[in-house]
């Protein structure tokens, strides 16, 4: 398997030699590792899923080989079949959420080809001087989400601006939507389209950790009663419950902590990095909608199509590669400012974007329908009224 697999032979000269057919994945500009043609992505990390499976699936394995297969004795009426059947069923459970949450795309936003249209000059140069004005875009531009001004920042690498929720991840070297974290134990981003299927992964690797560790102490119980002895000395007689039992408690506080600290950030509609970033206990959170509608948005609403078709084909000029298209600009006169998003607490009706396209990413689709999500609309704010990754803008009422 490649990374970004090479063209084959019959793709590689098209039109006198001048353009290359090939797939979408095989131009992929981030991190990522693909694997079935593009059927699956990954992060330049995807080692660390196997290293996951193992830690799921040893202990499971131990439990079915000494403690399981005990308990087909102690419990009578199959019971003790229904018991591995469960086990072994939520483990495959379990390690499917981890393949799906790793070899899915979390919402990656496509790069631009070129920089967005500049909208102001640069207003430095004096009257009269011989050099010619410079484009300079903005290093911001304010939506409103709720009544709140958020500021979305100019990404250099991907020469769009973010829509609101949305940062560069920079091990993938994506911009993702409703970006959480990149987590190495799944080797992927955690994002917009996976995000559900990581909190079911890490509470259901939770409840692996109760399940085996309850029924290690239900075997070495059955043994305490059977042999009339304590229950350190038939924990003695089993040895596998006792790694059993230490491992699945040292797990359960990882996995478990997990379960509850991503508990209360669905609640309250945050992400792990607006949380350890923002502190919205220290301002309004624009995104909460209440703790019923934050679960609906998370568990229960449709999840979007990925904006990427990596096994697209694409065809690539040669004469092209590396170079800056003609009329674009450098991003160094992106204004540089340290910080990344900011928020106001400007209240202001709120408006939304019209979906004009230029042949590059759109901004304004993705965050008019963002804003359609919590019943309101936004509109661009600030210095300048223009596009936001290559398309033009334009406020209107949404309903």
Excluded at 43 to 58: N, R
Excluded at 162 to 175: K, Q, Y
Excluded at 207 to 219: A, D, E, I, P
Aim: net charge positive; hydrophobic share 40%; with cysteine.
């Amino acid at each position: 398997m490649y990374g970004v697999h090479p063209p084959k032979k019959s793709d590689e000269v098209v039109a006198g030699g001048k353009t290359e057919v090939i797939r979408t994945y095989q131009t992929w500009k981030g991190s990522n590792i693909f694997f079935l043609g593009g059927r699956f992505i990954f992060g330049p990390d995807f080692k660390s899923v196997f290293l996951s499976m193992f830690l799921i699936i040893a202990p499971v394995a131990v439990f079915c080989a000494f403690v399981g297969r005990k308990l087909l004795d102690h419990f009578p009426h199959h019971l003790g079949i229904l018991i591995m059947v469960i086990l072994i069923a939520f483990t495959i459970y379990s390690v499917s959420l981890l393949v799906i949450t790793s070899g899915r795309d979390p919402g990656i936003i496509p790069r631009n080809t070129h920089p967005p249209e500049p909208e102001t000059m640069d207003q430095s140069l004096e009257i009269g001087s011989s050099q010619t004005p410079q484009l300079r875009l903005p290093r911001f531009k304010e939506v409103i989400v709720n009544g709140m001004t958020v500021k979305v920042k100019y990404c250099d690498t991907c020469m769009l601006y973010r829509p609101p929720r949305c940062s560069h991840c920079s091990i993938c070297d994506n911009c993702v939507q409703r970006f959480d974290h990149h987590c190495p134990w799944v080797g992927q981003c955690i994002g917009l389209r996976n995000y559900r299927f990581f909190f079911m992964f890490v509470s259901s690797a939770t409840l692996l950790c109760v399940y085996v560790f309850s029924f290690c102490w239900v075997y070495a119980i059955k043994i305490m009663k059977s042999e009339d002895v304590s229950i350190w000395k038939a924990l003695i007689k089993t040895p596998a419950s006792i790694v059993l039992i230490i491992y699945t408690f040292i797990c359960v506080w990882f996995v478990g902590g997990l379960t509850v600290f991503h508990l209360y950030l669905i609640s309250t509609n945050q992400s792990t990095y607006e949380n350890f970033r923002y502190r919205y206990d220290r301002t309004e959170n624009p995104y909460n909608r209440g703790v019923f509608e934050n679960f609906k948005e998370v568990f229960w609403t449709r999840i979007p199509p990925s904006k990427n078709d990596f096994r697209a084909v694409v065809e690539r000029e040669a004469e092209m590669l590396g170079r800056t298209p003609r009329g674009s600009f450098v991003n160094s006169n992106v204004e540089k400012t340290p910080s990344d998003v900011e928020m106001g607490n400007n209240r202001k009706p709120m408006e939304r974007f019209d979906r004009r396209r230029s042949g590059s990413w759109d901004l304004a689709s993705d965050v008019g329908s963002f804003g359609s999500g919590y019943g309101e609309s936004n509109r661009i704010m600030g210095g300048s009224s223009g596009s936001l990754g290559g398309g033009a803008l334009t406020s209107q009422n949404r309903q």
